[in-house]
């Protein structure tokens, strides 16, 4: 039962990865489809680490999902902000699967900072684990991640987001590469209210997935959120609330056949 247990982890883990999932990517950008490559956010830190330095104050959040509603498949997230100057440094970290059969966890330090009124850069070194249960043994290595953020019109930004560029491999016995993912979007402001994001993922070994999104703020404190993604196609959806330096974001992601997947993050901003 555990050895199927583990294999059924193990191919979710190539599911996820597949997907352009790789870590915590945030209920905000979970709910808009993961489309989240031109905005600004804490979990920028795994979407495209240049919009940190769109950041203004210090925040802190966590984030937990589950796969299809499995402890077993659970994701969860910290990280961490502070902006300086023009620049920003951010540390996160993250975990996946169950610590008994399986589990994959990314250690991550990120520096962005803005040139100018309409560009943005980031990078990030990130320390990967992966831990097999029982005697299955451990492996790691080191990668990095780079991405841009380009302010066209007063409406439209562009970005681009490139994983492991490095083509690192895991060690060991297991001798895979990590996935290099190279992704480029767009997002479209038509006023404060409502926003429109569209992205593409391209694992170099796996075909292109897509995403769109839509934020919408009826009110000051909520926020309303809808996408979808391809490969295979899921439908996403979610909601937002903001208090002074608060914020509570909650997503679900549904998948035909395998169900849904619900995600919670809570932020904290020093204002």
């Known amino acids: 039962m555990r050895h199927a247990l583990l294999i059924t982890t193990l191919l979710v883990a190539l599911i ?5 999932e790789l870590w915590p ?5 979970a709910g808009m489809g993961n489309a989240g490559l031109t905005l600004v956010d804490l979990w920028s830190v795994s979407a495209n680490q240049a919009g940190l330095a769109g950041l203004e104050h210090p925040v802190a959040g966590a984030y937990y ?40 966890q990314r250690y991550g330090l990120a520096y962005a900072m803005r040139l100018g009124q309409r560009l943005r850069v980031g990078v990030q070194l990130d320390y990967l684990n992966l831990r097999f249960g029982e005697n ?13 953020q380009a302010k066209l ?13 490095n083509r690192a491999r895991l060690g060991g016995p297991y001798n895979e590469r990590v996935p290099t993912v190279f992704s480029a979007g767009l997002g479209y402001t038509f006023s404060e209210r409502v926003v429109l994001c569209a992205q593409v993922d391209k ?6 997935r897509y995403h769109v999104g839509i934020e919408y703020r009826p009110a000051n404190v909520l926020y309303v959120r809808a996408g979808v993604s391809s490969g295979p196609v899921q ?27 619900p995600m919670f993050n809570l932020i904290y901003r020093s204002e």
């Open 16 to 20: 996820t990865r597949a997907g352009g």
């Open 25 to 29: 990517v945030g209920a905000r950008f």
């Open 65 to 104: 999902q589950q796969h299809w509603l499995s402890s077993d498949l659970a994701m969860q997230g910290l990280a961490f902000a502070m902006p300086l100057g023009k620049g920003c440094i951010a540390v996160n970290g993250g975990s996946f699967g169950s610590t008994g059969l399986f589990a994959q």
């Open 136 to 148: 299955y043994g451990k492996t790691g290595t080191v990668t990095a991640e780079v991405g841009l």
């Open 153 to 165: 019109t007063d409406h439209l930004w562009i970005a681009a987001h490139l994983y492991n560029p």
């Open 203 to 208: 694992d170099i070994d796996l075909p292109e």
């Open 235 to 261: 439908g996403h959806g979610g909601v937002g609330v903001r208090i002074k330096g608060l914020e509570i974001d909650l997503a679900v992601a549904a998948r035909s056949q395998l169900g849904i997947t």
